[in-house]
């Protein structure tokens, strides 16, 4: 079956950076694009950005341009996202997950929590 | 970037009461329109694409319907397991946006 299993929470200093992991299973890695999502406390969905693990193509959101940043290592079916420069306004639920179609995602992992805080 | 806003924020239904969603979009989007169920502490689960296409697995008393601007989801008899918060997004164009949400409760 389909899973996509994110690193666990962290707590990050105003400034810093932090990297979250998304490993997939179950399916083709290559064949799928996988998106970042994130969701604030209280707050509605958030699209960070998406890369396609088949050819390494990258979309972000105008708002994490040049402080986000997408890895893929195929050897372990794993996406990583991280996020520089953070803010307190980064605390989230930071979620991936995967693409069925063009920015319609089927499969989602459980989610890592964000905590921006001094 | 295209604004999508959902109303009620939140509702209150007993249970076996059809419960009806709304969807706006600030611009046509034809059907290119998805709706997710977030139970809560969970992550969302995709329930409609296409603006009315059921995904596999989902209850048939799902259903939704619309295009361009205005999109409904409609739950034909709600049942204390649709406790959740329900989303639209479009993916018309990037960025993909995500309505606000909307809060379903269980009288």
């Known amino acids: 079956q389909v899973q996509l299993v994110q690193s666990g929470a962290a707590v990050r200093p105003p400034g810093a950076s932090v990297k979250v992991s998304c490993m997939a299973s179950?399916?083709?890695?290559?064949?799928?694009?996988i998106a970042w999502v994130r969701q604030a406390p209280g707050q509605g969905l958030e699209w960070m950005g998406s890369i396609s693990p088949y050819n390494d193509n990258k979309y972000f959101a105008q708002k994490f341009q040049g402080r986000l940043t997408l890895t893929t290592d195929t050897s372990t079916s794993t996406v990583y996202m991280e996020l520089t420069s953070l803010r307190s306004d980064d605390t989230a639920l930071y979620l991936c997950a995967r693409d069925v179609d063009t920015d319609v995602s089927d499969y989602w992992g459980q989610g890592t929590l964000v905590t921006v805080s001094a | 970037d295209i604004q999508l806003t959902q109303s009620p924020s939140s509702l209150s239904a007993s249970v076996g009461d059809r419960v009806t969603i709304t969807c706006r979009s600030s611009q046509a989007i034809s059907t290119y329109l998805s709706w997710y169920q977030q139970k809560p502490g969970k992550a969302p689960k995709l329930l409609i694409s296409s603006a009315s296409g059921l995904q596999s697995g989902a209850p048939s008393r799902f259903s939704a319907s619309g295009s361009g601007t205005h999109f409904t989801l409609t739950i034909a008899s709600l049942q204390p397991e649709d406790l959740a918060t329900y989303s639209c997004q479009q993916n018309y164009n990037r960025p993909r946006t995500f309505g606000q949400g909307t809060k379903v409760e269980i009288k």
């Open positions: 179950g399916y083709t890695f290559r064949n799928y694009v």
